[in-house]
């Protein structure tokens, strides 16, 4: 099974960076455990071309910072919708870049969203300690569906882990 893991989030705001970092950690991760049907990206944010990107993989985790009210983490499922554009087509949502996917390339990989609780917003870094906490936690639970995909159903809309 080919796995694309794409985080995204603004480095440079604090916690917004979460799913950049569980990109970063995932890299040195992947390489020591000679893992090699898993890669990963990583970007600001979510554009109409990641519909492309998607189109070649079986499974896409996708991870982001989160400001709504949950515990920790929330893993969801994504599925293809084109009815949510946010503030232009430069930023667009996971499901409207899976529907996409399916539309343009005929594919639609199983599509997961992780949703990391963040804290801190501002144009600085590092991120807040609460928002590390939730990053170990996040990927500890990518870590093992990388390694049994299956487990995905698992961990869907958990609030807390």
Not at 58 to 86: C, H, R, Y
Not at 108 to 116: D, S
Request: one cysteine or more; hydrophobic letters at 40%.
């Amino acid at each position: 099974m080919k796995i694309l893991v794409y985080g995204y989030g603004n480095p440079g705001r604090q916690d917004d960076a979460l799913g950049n970092e569980l990109i970063n950690k995932l890299e040195i991760w992947l390489q020591n455990q000679h893992i090699d049907n898993v890669e990963l990206d990583s970007n600001y944010q979510l554009n109409i071309e990641d519909a492309a990107a998607i189109s070649g993989y079986d499974m896409v985790l996708f991870v982001d910072a989160s400001e709504e009210p949950i515990e920790d983490i929330i893993f969801t499922k994504v599925n293809p919708s084109g009815s949510k554009i946010e503030f232009s087509m430069h930023a667009v949502s996971t499901s409207f870049v899976l529907d996409l996917c399916q539309k343009m390339y005929n594919k639609t990989p199983e599509t997961y969203l992780m949703h990391i609780k963040g804290y801190e917003w501002e144009f600085e870094t590092p991120m807040s300690e609460k928002a590390e906490q939730n990053l170990v936690k996040a990927f500890d639970i990518i870590t093992k569906i990388i390694i049994e995909p299956a487990l995905a159903e698992k961990y869907l809309k958990i609030l807390s882990v």
